[in-house]
């Protein structure tokens, strides 16, 4: 079987395919061509978000794709800030006719506070959430979309979803990579049958630079991506590396070996990582 073939099946029964293309970054103009490259490399999963403003191409890269749009899993977000009922009901049917399309397999909301907040306050917007999910679960019913998740979301954040909704959370996508695993979270997620999706692997390029990851891969006769991509793909999560280059794309996808469970060990004792300019960001520790 395809690494592409691999899904995980979600807690109302829909699959998703294990590996994703990330699109963050990559500009509304190009991100059509980079949609299609990966579908014809095998790629059957494309992840996006209305704050990265390419959701317009990202549809017309599925639309134009030779690959029949029932085969492809499209996730988008809901904005971070975006925390009631009325605006995340018009950012769903915005978000559908930017990208031009019927329906979405996923949304997920992007974060449980807004970004100028994350690694600064303490609110974690419980009642607002509640508001931007009750908008979520009534798109499922309205057939706007398939499945709804959560991103960046704590044990509390979950619990809270879970307990004062009827839909719980189908995925949660998480910063994981070498140098951040975040098991407690993982495990709390997929013992509650919530699958965890892994955003960054590669530390936002971080990861090139590692003394420890390069030896590492250097044993194993692989790229640095491709031991970040794979050491993800065995905690048993949704892997979703960004690129725009089709020659990445393709070795991205190359993780047919197996590390050792010394090496993923040693592997999960680095835990920390130099993010470079990227640490201007929320995700890596910034402040907006």
């Known amino acids: 079987m395809s690494i592409f073939d691999e899904t995980i099946t979600l807690n109302n029964g829909v699959k998703i395919p294990k590996l994703a293309l990330g699109v963050w970054e990559i500009p509304d103009d190009q991100v059509a061509d980079s949609v299609k490259s990966a579908l014809d490399i095998g790629y059957r999963h494309i992840d996006t978000a209305q704050a990265y403003g390419n959701e317009r191409g990202v549809g017309e890269g599925v639309r134009d794709s030779s690959v029949s749009r029932d085969k492809i899993f499209v996730n988008s977000k809901v904005a971070a800030e975006i925390k009631n009922y009325d605006e995340a009901k018009k950012s769903i049917d ?19 506070q807004p970004w100028t907040e994350v690694n600064q306050g303490n609110d974690r917007h419980f009642e607002g959430n509640l508001q931007t999910w009750r908008a979520m679960e009534d798109a499922v019913k309205a057939g706007k979309l398939k499945t709804i998740g959560v991103s960046s979301f704590n044990k509390e954040d979950l619990d809270n979803l879970i307990k004062n909704s ?31 999706e892994a955003f960054s692997p590669v530390a936002h390029g971080a990861a090139m630079n590692d003394e420890q990851i390069k030896k590492m891969a250097a044993k194993y006769n692989v790229s640095v991506p ?5 050491y993800d793909w065995q905690l048993n999560v949704i892997v979703l590396p960004k690129s725009a280059n089709p020659e990445h794309m393709k070795s991205n996808a190359e993780i047919d070996f197996e ?18 300019a990227a640490s201007a960001y929320p995700v890596f520790g910034g402040k907006m």
């Open 166 to 196: 009827d839909t719980k959370p189908a995925v949660n996508q998480v910063q994981i990579h070498i140098g951040d695993t975040p098991m407690d979270i993982i495990k709390y997620s997929q013992d509650n049958g919530i699958a965890v």
């Open 94 to 112: 915005e978000t559908l006719s930017e990208m031009s399309l019927d329906y979405l397999d996923m949304m997920i909301i992007h974060n449980p």
């Open 226 to 230: 491709q031991l970040c991509i794979r």
């Open 259 to 276: 590390i050792s469970a010394e090496d993923m060990d040693t592997l999960m004792k680095i835990d920390q990582m130099n993010y470079g």
